[in-house]
């Protein structure tokens, strides 16, 4: 059964307009405070955000209705999703929340919801939570005196940071590298340099100066242009680019060349494999991964296990096989050992940790397969089924047709916005740009 209000992570729009007003919000803090009060004791729930001028208006709305269901509030004001996550985990919160639209722009925002082992929830605990949406909570409220109570976090940067560097090996530290990181003005404009900074790197920051407004605005790893420019002016050994709530990471090289999800898990699954740490002869990614990995790890004996799109599912791929590697090809890189969902700053430093034992360039270190041609375009549609149209299906069926057993295709609708994704990659550039444009014009009649 599909959920009402939960999307592919969390409950996301535009802010100040329905789901991501003041008034759900709060219902929001409720029902979800409803759902985990469970046992006796004083409960208490994680709230962080990132830099979005609307999280000021969603974290008090939260807090008031946390509070009025009898649940204590720990604050820990701007703070990456996975040190949220981390930190509901390690203060023994009955849940986290963290206030993001990840890497969209300022003027949508979204409620992402923990459980307290720090794991994203589950789809039966969200139609839980939204069947509490749609009831009238008020006798669900506190007595006066058992109302909660908010309080804020003075030490939750310094938490995280020490966190982040003990992931790193510990005969390692960063001394001698020149580093810029671009934070995108998001969540981790102060945690990620300062825990560079204090590994002994020499640290170059940029995208650290949110004003409420510029959040992945023509910077992080969105838009790595800006970084790449960065790494080239200061002569860098390498670049690492954040998304709004750093629980993405893309690299640049020190050449100015961008290093993509795919070729980061590449990096750490050989890495791992050869050190004994992978759990399991694979990793996890999802259908959008190249096939340039896959092939590239078949080649080491490990499998890779895709899923659909979106880092939950990967998550529950992992958990439920014993993976401890997994990710997007967008940057979500999750590495389970250390981290309950992706951590930007996390796997840098996992990367970080095969440069210096490898004593190789970057360029060297993060290009370990070719990638396939992969073309990737977006069809925007206002309502109704275009990928139910006669035309469109016989489109597709002709594109399988054509790619055959060289190359990949994957039709889906956005889990965020309004658009149909069409990907197509394979071993000739020119049939691929093909198919995938006839593709995209017969879903754009069909939408029209």
Sequence with gaps: MP???????????????????????MKV?????????????????????????SGYMIENALVAGFTSVGMDVLLVGPMPTPAVAMLTRSMRADLGVMISASHNPFDDNGIKLFAPDGYKLSDEVEREIEALLDQDLSRQLAASRLLGRAKRI??????????????????????????????????????????????????????????????????GSTHPETLVEKVREMRADIGIALDGDADRVLIVDEKGHVVDGDQLMAVVAQSWLEDGRLAQPGIVA?????????????????????????????????????????????GHIILSDYSTTGDGLVAALQVLAVVLKMDRPVSQVCHRFEPLPQILKNVRFKGGKPLEATSVVTAIDDAKLK?????????????????????????????????????VAAVAKAAA
């Design 286 to 330: 999802t259908v959008m991964s190249n096939l340039g990995l896959e092939r590239f790890l078949g080649g080491l004996g490990l499998q890779l296990a895709r899923t659909p799109v979106g880092d939950r599912y990967v998550l529950e791929h992992m958990r439920e096989h014993g993976f401890n590697v997994g990710g997007e090809q967008s």
């Design 29 to 53: 803090g409720q029902a979800a405070g409803v759902a985990f009060q469970r046992g006796t004791h004083r409960h208490r729930v994680m709230i962080g955000k990132d830099t979005r001028l």
């Design 154 to 219: 003075d030490d939750a940067q310094a938490r995280y940071i020490e966190f982040a560097k003990r992931t790193l090996p510990r005969n390692l530290d960063l001394s001698g590298l020149r580093i810029v990181i671009d934070c995108a003005n998001g969540a981790g404009y102060k945690v990620a340099p300062a825990a560079l900074w204090e590994l002994g790197a020499e640290v170059v920051t940029i995208g650290d100066k949110p004003d409420g407004f510029n959040i992945n605005d023509a910077c």
């Design 403 to 439: 790619l055959g057993s060289h190359g990949r295709l994957v039709i889906r609708p956005s889990g965020t916005e309004p658009v149909i994704r069409v990907m197509a990659e394979g071993d000739d550039r020119e049939l691929v740009e093909t198919v995938v444009d006839q593709i």
């Design 3 to 25: 959920r009402k209000y939960f999307g592919t992570d969390g409950i996301r729009g535009r802010a100040n307009a329905f789901p991501v007003t003041p008034e759900f919000a």
